[in-house]
């Protein structure tokens, strides 16, 4: 929670004086608050994590909150959560080349992607604000960047998939994995994988979302990576695979995604 606005204070020689209209003005800061804050209780029950001045919109259904919002933006926000699972987009050139079969003249991505720096200064908050592990798959070229930036990259994993597109053009090899970049602030770390390998091989599926992962490979690394009661972040959640996985075996969650439309898949529970 913030703290309440500083008192309209001034200070002269070694007397206090507080200006009547700055006081009036400090008292009608703090109703406002109040009045918000109720409001935004109203919406979510009184044990939500509050408060969220740039969510456009909030579901809250048992131990899952969804946000509507930029997650640059809500995630100094939102308080220290046990792990971050997520899926951020890749970068310019790997949404730009991404073809499937069903649309092999133009990208079948329809979101922004992110630059080498936006995708840097995210994996440095997520650090700082989760407990234990960040695991996300991402662009390789990204993935490449994170330990010259300093970022504590523990291990970079592969999903190798099989049934990947091939290389439409065919004229080099297709791509069939993507890198599983896994991180965790310095400190103790404990996972419980007993030392399994990095390394991920599972079908792609194909949902309503145009990047949606399979959930087998995300309910993996919530074994893997996260404990029953651990509140787990996704900040990028598309049609909200991490929720499933997470509410699936007691896992608290928070889901963050930008647009209206994946927002709405958000709440649709996955075949
Ligand atoms: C790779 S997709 C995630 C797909 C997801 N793993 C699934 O299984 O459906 C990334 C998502 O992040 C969303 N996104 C992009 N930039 C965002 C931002 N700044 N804040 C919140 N969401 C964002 C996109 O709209 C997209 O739905």
């Known amino acids: 929670m913030r703290g309440l606005p500083p008192l309209p204070v001034l200070r002269l020689g070694r007397r206090l004086l507080i200006r009547a209209d700055a006081l009036m003005q400090w008292m009608l800061s703090l109703e406002l608050r109040e009045a918000e804050g109720q409001r935004l209780r109203g919406c979510l029950g009184d044990n939500a994590m509050l408060p969220k001045s740039t969510a456009l919109s909030v579901k809250r259904i048992g131990d899952v909150t969804l946000y509507q919002a930029d997650s640059f933006d809500l995630m100094p926000e939102l308080g220290d959560v046990d792990a971050i699972i997520t899926d951020p987009p890749y970068n310019p050139k790997t949404h730009k080349g991404a073809r499937s079969a069903r649309s092999l003249a133009s ?116 074994a893997k990576f996260t404990d029953p009661g651990e509140t787990i972040l996704d900040p990028f959640m598309g049609s909200g695979t991490t929720g499933v996985a997470c509410v ?12 209206p439309d994946y927002f709405q898949l958000a709440g649709v529970p996955h075949p």
């Open 107 to 222: 990208s079948q991505i329809d979101f922004d992607s992110l630059t080498e720096a936006q995708f840097i200064e995210f994996c440095g908050n997520a650090v700082s604000q989760a407990k234990r592990w960040v695991v996300m798959s991402c662009a390789w070229q990204h993935a490449a960047q994170l330990e010259k930036a300093g970022v504590p990259l523990v291990r970079l994993g592969i999903w190798h998939k099989p049934n990947g597109a091939p290389q439409f053009t065919g004229d080099r090899p297709g791509m069939g994995w993507e890198a599983i970049a896994i991180l965790h602030r310095e400190g103790k770390k404990r996972g419980n994988g007993g030392g399994h390998h990095a390394v991920w091989v599972c079908n792609v599926e194909h949902g309503e979302h145009p990047t949606q992962k399979p959930l087998k490979l995300v309910e993996d690394w919530r």
């Open 248 to 259: 699936k075996l007691g896992r608290k969650f928070v889901g963050i995604e930008k647009r």
